[in-house]
């Protein structure tokens, strides 16, 4: 089957396999990942590991702490203006698509939200330009969603905050191509869609900014006590730090890094934005152009039972989990960096031959 799930999503093969070798005892230590203590060596080794492959790929500085936390995205969306909100200082927030509307929806019951930037009269099919952005210079930070997996629209550029610390949700896009991380004061994860299972969310923070949080916060809220006890205040999501890893591994041995992924990423998502190009009387895409996603591709049929139709006759060739989201419909396919090019092309091939039947 070729799932194309927006989350939980496929893992890469490797990383199955080497699940299932490892689940009834890992090697050496005649227990399984899932029955160890996070305190033991064995783990604080998997957890050291997966942090250093994990550096390694994306470059992080050392000006950056990486956390291991629970709770997904969602918890972020709270956490973020609970530790990072200054007195007199509001938090601007770019809205391009739902998820980065669910982020604004917390944020506020925390503190001093301003709007920066909303597509909601465009539908939210494309990003905004830079000018087009009305930053504070005085706000505590801006808020941007990186990948909006629903709507499919994708930051593949960085923007420019000045000396405002940026905190993006990488959660549908992290490990996707490079990125510049010592041009954000926080990133942050949650790994069911490109990164590994769920249960683990990862924070990206930039170490001066940790002192922000109020100290009367609930422990578990404050990155603080995440950092001083290095991902270990309370247990952590053991299995998924350890999957998280493998999913590193494999970037770094069997892909080649993150720039070789980016390039891959293009040509898998090239190949289904080529057939809704090429048969524009037929698809019609979400997204504008130049704001597409290389994750999440979006686009309609001409009418909710020729979609019904394109479904059922996708699951026939095992490819699977092509509904939009339920808040918007239409058809999405997730082409996350585990979807295997194969995958790609069968669906690519069965799309321009629906529409070549059903024009
Ligand atoms: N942000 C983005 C961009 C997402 O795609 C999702 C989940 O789909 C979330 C946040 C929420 O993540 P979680 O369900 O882990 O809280």
Redesign the pocket.
């Known amino acids: 089957v070729f799932n194309f799930s ?2 939980p999503a496929v893992l890469p093969l490797p990383v199955l396999e080497q699940i299932q070798r490892d689940m009834l005892a890992l090697p050496g230590v005649g227990s399984s990942i899932l029955e160890i203590s996070h305190r033991s060596p064995t783990f604080i080794d998997i957890a050291n590991d997966a942090k250093a492959r994990i550096t390694s790929l994306l470059n992080v500085p050392e000006t950056h702490e990486i956390l291991f936390l629970q ?5 972020q ?1 709270s956490m973020i203006p609970m530790n990072l909100l200054l007195e007199g200082k509001p938090a601007d927030y770019v809205l391009t698509g739902s ?1 980065g509307k ?2 604004k929806k917390e944020a506020v019951k925390e503190g001093k939200v301003q709007v920066a930037w909303d597509g909601a009269d465009c539908s939210y099919n494309r990003l905004p330009k830079q000018s087009e952005l009305k930053l504070d210079p005085n706000a505590s930070f801006v808020h941007l ?6 709507e499919g629209v994708q930051f593949l550029h960085e923007i420019e905050a000045g000396d405002v610390p940026v905190v993006v ?1 990488c ?2 896009d992290i490990f996707c191509r490079p990125l510049p991380v010592e041009r954000y004061g926080l990133i942050y994860a ?1 790994a ?2 490109n990164a590994g299972p ?1 249960g683990v ?1 990862m924070v990206i923070i930039r170490k001066d900014l940790l002192q922000r949080g109020d100290a009367e916060l609930p422990g578990y809220l404050l990155y603080r006590n995440h950092a001083e006890a290095d991902s270990m205040w309370n247990t952590p999501p053991t299995f998924a730090i350890y999957v998280m890893g493998l999913v590193a591994k494999w970037l770094q041995e069997e892909i080649g890094g993150l720039a070789k992924m980016e390039s891959l990423n293009r040509e898998k998502s090239s190949l289904l934005y080529d057939v809704i190009d090429n048969n524009s009387d037929f698809y019609v895409g979400h997204a504008d152009a130049d704001s597409r996603s290389l994750m999440n591709v979006t686009f309609r049929l001409p009418s909710a039972d020729i979609e019904k139709k394109f479904f059922a006759a996708a699951e026939e060739l095992n490819l699977t989990n092509l509904k939009g989201h339920r808040s918007v419909g239409g058809v999405r396919a997730s082409v996350y960096n585990a979807m295997p090019l194969a995958g790609v092309r069968a669906l690519a091939d069965f799309m321009q031959q629906f529409a070549d039947d059903n024009k």
């Open positions: 927006a989350g709770g997904g995205s969602r918890l969306f998820w669910n982020a969603t990186s990948n909006e997996t629903i949700d959660s549908s949650c069911q869609k769920a969310t």
